[in-house]
């Protein structure tokens, strides 16, 4: 039973900041590559950020490199983002997930970016 808890979203002005958290459950979290994904309405679900099993590596996509950073904690099994000069485009809700598989999904937290 894989389980993913997003939160630390909310609403903020341009240019503001967040930090994303998720707790993850149900696999040997440290084993696997994770990522973060975001969704707007009438939008498909895209994929934002990406880490390796050991955090030693990170990709991301072009519309937020320079701006988002994604971090992991092993011993917490947690997975972080860490978002700064935010645009009204960054608004969305947010999900985290495994890399190599994306069944099941948790409630995710809403990031609105607005003035």
């Known amino acids: 039973q894989l389980q993913f808890v997003e939160s630390g979203g909310g609403l903020v002005q341009p240019g503001g900041s967040l930090r994303l958290s998720c707790a993850a459950s149900?696999?040997?979290?440290?084993?696997?590559?994770m990522s973060w994904y975001r969704q707007s309405p009438g939008k498909a679900r895209e994929l934002v950020a990406t880490?390796?099993?050991?955090?030693?590596?990170?990709d991301y996509a072009d519309s937020v490199k320079g701006r988002f950073t994604i971090s992991r904690d092993n011993a917490k099994n947690a997975l972080y983002l860490q978002i700064t000069s935010l645009k009204p485009e960054d608004t969305a809700v947010y999900y985290c997930?495994?890399?190599?598989?994306?069944?099941?999904w948790g409630q995710g937290t809403q990031v609105t970016v607005s003035s």
């Open positions: 880490i390796t099993s050991n955090g030693g590596s990170t």
């Open positions: 997930n495994r890399r190599d598989i994306a069944f099941y």
């Open positions: 149900g696999f040997t979290f440290s084993s696997y590559a």
